[in-house]
């Protein structure tokens, strides 16, 4: 008898214990409800695109690098990318690298917002961005567009010791970005993904020091011309040569072996 009464009350108390429990998770459950809908009402909730996996510094952006996450809408609004802004950023780089669920912002974007008007809004922190004349076959037969990467080859005449003119050509930048071509920039470049009209300036991002250089190089009248490199490639030349006509003669044929020595190895 004794042990069906301890048994008994062992029963009670777990159930008043469940029921106890439940209560208390219930209310747990209302307070956390309570707290959200406060937080919602004050900070807002807004979808918006964050990276699908871990993405590098100067990764050519598709579709389906992202996906969406709800965030407080609180310093995000006008700041962090939405669904509607895919088209505008696909085909464009990031500037930074970032972790998977990371919310994509514009600041982190090529070119930045489109909507954001005027150049200096796309000129990143500690940079200038300066145009120089180049047209036709100068800027790759006018195909240079906002956002390529290119390098600058600059041709200058020297008057030599007797009147005579020496000419030397030499690469003066590499892997600048390209910020506008005439009047387009990436925001007016928008969703035409075809070649760009004729233009006859080319605005580039560069550094103060790389301005005085590409300012002198105009001022002394040297011919500039741009070369267009692939989206992916950041690779830097060491030590390259000035080449003048000498140059060309004594070496010609050696680049040229080199060349097709290229084209064989690769299979092209």
């Known amino acids: 008898m004794k042990k069906q009464i301890v048994l008994i009350a062992s029963l009670v108390a777990g159930v008043v214990a469940a ?23 004050r900070f807002g909730e ?28 609180i310093g995000m609004r006008g700041q962090a990318l939405t669904q509607d802004d895919v088209a505008d950023i696909v085909g464009r780089k990031t500037l930074t690298m970032h972790k998977r669920r990371d919310v994509v912002f514009w600041s982190d974007i090529e070119g930045g917002d489109p909507s954001v008007k005027g150049l200096s809004a796309d000129i990143k922190r500690q940079m200038r961005a300066v145009s120089i004349n180049c047209t036709g076959a100068a800027s790759v037969s006018s195909m240079v567009k906002p956002n390529d990467h290119v390098d600058v080859i600059g041709t200058f005449d020297f ?35 075809g070649l760009s009209s004729g233009y006859s300036t080319v605005t580039l991002e560069v550094t103060p020091r790389e301005a005085e250089m590409l300012a002198f190089a105009e001022q002394i009248k ?28 004594a070496e010609i044929e050696e680049l040229n072996l080199q060349r097709q020595q290229q084209r064989l190895s690769s299979g092209h």
């Open 159 to 193: 008057e030599g010791a007797v009147g005579k003119k020496n000419f030397v050509t030499c690469t003066i930048l590499q892997n600048v970005l390209v910020l506008a071509t005439g009047n387009e920039t990436a925001k007016t470049h928008g969703r035409n993904l």
């Open 222 to 249: 040297g011919r500039l011309v741009l070369t267009l490199r692939n989206r992916n490639d950041t690779s830097f030349e060491k030590e390259l040569p000035k080449v003048d006509f000498e140059k060309i003669r």
């Open 19 to 41: 029921v106890l429990t439940r209560f208390y998770l219930a209310a747990k459950d209302a307070e956390i409800a309570e707290i959200k809908a406060s937080y919602k009402a």
């Open 46 to 73: 807004m979808w918006v695109l964050c990276y699908k996996a871990d993405t590098p510094s100067g990764a050519t952006l598709s579709r389906s690098d992202f996906e969406l996450k709800l965030v407080p809408e």
